[in-house]
């Protein structure tokens, strides 16, 4: 026999839950806020359907949580209480709530969900007991109470989700501030069903015009390797010793300022000539553009890409198959289910010997494993060259600053400085030019939260702080004599058409459709985007200070 609470305990329990979740998730400044500049700015209808939308979205979560059906209760309940703890546990890493960024990444590269959940998870665990605790209070105060809602109540949470995906839709998931338990599966619907641009490439324009062209071209983009963190660009800390030795050999640009801070925006950046000021993306021209990999083609060159991230046949960064029909060559470590993480990019260092040793001229687009989180799996154990490092069963956020530090100085020790020992008789030669960058910086225990990088809103520089060099005499003779205006002044948007007129493309007509070549002095602001590439969410636009970030 289904029963009806007293409207008075239901009103009670609307009330706490309302207040709980604005507590919980800053979501009562966001809305008042929202409300606040819809008014001022005499848009009543849209403030009154976001109201509307809000208060059926805590309507729909009570009428879960109260159903008479004790089924319905409990693994409703169950299901709230996880959204509740994933956002909290956002919060507690990123100090936001979950958006469509962070759903996307999470889309884009799954592979790294683990070491994800394995780097902070001293704050997932707090965050989701906290959350947990909380869920499970409500749910035994509403019982002891004895309020119910009959279960035609529930029509509140299709309705509750057809408002919120309305509004998510319409200002395209900017308005996402909505109780997590009805706002993260609608982010997940909306970054289903808000499909990128997925057709036809265009093809490429420009013509070759020169020859005398480097025999091999290596572009080689690290993972979350912070460029103050290298002893060649100033660091105190001993990570780069080999390169250190062989700086005469180095065009070292030294800090520069990446796309993004998320590996997925700025790679398809890097791979599509996207220029600064088509961020954000709104276009989809990263998705439009002739990539890298077409131009090389074009060229003469044989195309390669070598992968430690992925697993074959999988597509990472918003790379499509389309891509890879001008990749003459994919390479991916995955394919070694046994091979240790540590080890993923010394697989792509043999294969990128055995392509030097070819006479066949090609291009060589390196995405290599780096540094990225959880540090201890990017290098091998008893490699620990600094010391304290993060404790077995520790993460980030549950260690010292110094101790996450020197574990991030070890995993960047190996995987470049290591790395780099490794193929450097194969790179020392006139017929090889070699670009190394990273996708982002890192940002270790800075400011109030453990994230390292991602961050949408006001996120620390170091997330954008990375490294860049250059190896090979015929890229290195390209600069002037007096090349000091590119040292820490360059940017990842000036790497893509350095790499066309490397290639042989006429230098004036690459320099009109993209951005400055590195040889080329930088004069405006150097900057990097947050938030999602294509701008699906609040995209924001950071500045980046010239000195490096210590």
Not at 100 to 118: E, H, K, M, N
Not at 158 to 185: C, E, K, N, Q, Y
Not at 323 to 336: G, N, Q, T
Request: charge should be negative; proline fraction near 5%; include cysteine.
């Amino acid at each position: 026999m289904f029963t009806v609470s007293p409207i008075s305990k239901i009103i009670a329990l609307f009330i706490v839950l309302l207040a709980g979740l604005s507590l919980l998730e800053y979501q009562s400044l966001i809305f008042f806020g929202i409300m606040q500049g819809k008014c001022d700015q005499g848009e009543y209808l849209k403030a009154i359907v976001y109201l509307i939308a809000y208060c059926i979205s805590i309507l729909g979560i009570l009428s879960i949580m109260l159903c008479s059906n004790r089924s319905i209760r409990v693994v409703g309940s169950l299901f709230i209480g996880l959204l509740i703890c994933v956002n909290l546990s956002s919060i507690a890493i990123l100090g936001q709530n979950v958006g469509l960024g962070d759903v996307s990444a999470a889309v884009s590269l799954p592979a790294f969900a683990s070491t994800y959940i394995q780097s902070h998870l001293h704050s997932i665990v707090t965050a989701s007991a906290f959350g947990g605790s909380l869920v499970l209070a409500f749910y035994l105060l509403a019982s002891r109470i004895g309020a119910r809602l009959h279960p035609v109540c529930l029509l509140s949470v299709p309705i509750g989700l057809i408002f919120v995906f309305i509004v998510t839709w319409v200002t395209m998931a900017v308005l996402d501030h909505f109780p997590s338990p009805m706002r993260i599966p609608m982010l997940v619907a909306y970054n289903s069903m808000s499909r990128t641009y997925a057709g036809p490439r265009e093809e490429v324009s420009l013509r070759v015009e020169s020859k005398g062209k480097p025999k091999h071209i290596i572009y080689i983009v690290d993972e979350s390797v912070r460029g103050d963190l290298l002893t060649i660009n100033g660091n105190a800390m001993d990570t780069t010793p080999f390169l250190m030795g062989k700086q005469s050999s180095i065009l070292n640009l030294g800090i520069a300022s990446s796309v993004t801070n998320i590996s997925s925006g700025t790679n398809i950046a890097l791979m599509s000539g996207l220029r600064v000021d088509q961020c954000p993306d709104i276009d989809q021209l990263a998705l439009k553009n002739p990539t890298i990999f077409q131009y090389a083609k074009n060229a003469g060159y044989q195309t390669y890409f070598l992968d430690a991230q992925t697993a074959p046949g999988a597509y990472a960064n918003f790379m499509r198959a389309d891509d890879f029909k001008v990749i003459d060559h994919a390479v991916y470590s995955m394919s070694m289910p046994d091979l240790p993480i540590y080890e993923r990019d010394g697989v792509l260092a043999t294969e990128l010997i055995r392509i030097l040793n070819s006479a066949v001229p090609s291009f060589v687009y390196v995405n290599k494993y780096g540094a990225h989180a959880d540090w201890r799996d990017s290098y091998p154990p008893g490699k620990s060259q600094f010391t304290p490092i993060i404790s077995d069963g520790g993460s980030i956020g549950s260690s010292s600053k110094e101790a996450a530090m020197n574990t991030y100085a070890n995993a960047v020790s190996w995987s470049v400085d290591a790395f780099f020992q490794q193929i450097w008789p194969h790179i020392n030669s006139d017929e090889v030019v070699l670009i190394y960058t990273s996708d982002h910086g890192q940002s270790i225990k800075e400011g109030k939260f453990p994230s390292t990088h991602g961050d949408r809103v006001d996120p620390p520089e170091s997330q954008a702080n990375v490294p860049l060099f250059i190896i090979g005499k015929r890229a290195q003779a390209l600069f002037p004599d007096d090349s000091a205006f590119a040292k820490n002044n360059s940017t990842h948007f000036q790497i893509f058409p350095s790499l066309l007129i490397l290639m042989g493309y006429d230098s004036d007509a690459v320099i009109e459709e993209y951005d400055k070549p590195l040889w080329e002095e930088w004069t405006a602001p150097r900057v990097f985007q947050s938030g999602d590439i294509f701008s699906r969410g609040i995209p924001y636009i950071n500045s980046f200070s010239i000195e490096p970030v210590r």
